[in-house]
């Protein structure tokens, strides 16, 4: 794992625990952060950091607090306060 992809993680962990506390303008630079970091070097996010966060409004998203997550038929919908929507498929 070279240095930007261990940035990115460790930039993800700080964005989670930002959330938690209640810092939701912190959080969000961090995401900016990771996300200029991952063009840069031309690194995808990981999974879990593209799943939990608002392509719009680039806020670390919570479900219950920040997102609602629903399930349809074959994929998960993750709306965020925002209005955004994102899909993600899975298999039943």
């Known amino acids: 794992m070279n240095v930007a992809a261990e940035r990115i993680e460790r930039l993800h962990v700080l964005a989670r625990e930002a ?5 939701a303008e912190r ?3 961090y995401v900016r952060l990771a996300r200029r970091l ?5 690194l995808s996010l990981p999974r879990d950091f593209r799943r939990f966060t608002c392509d719009d409004c680039d806020a670390f998203l919570r479900p219950g607090r920040n997102a609602r997550v629903r399930t349809r038929s ?3 919908v993750v709306t965020c306060d925002c209005g955004s929507q994102a899909r993600y498929p899975y298999d039943e």
């Open 19 to 23: 959330t938690v506390v209640g810092e």
């Open 27 to 29: 959080a969000r630079e």
């Open 38 to 42: 991952a063009e840069r070097q031309r």
């Open 74 to 76: 074959g994929h998960v």
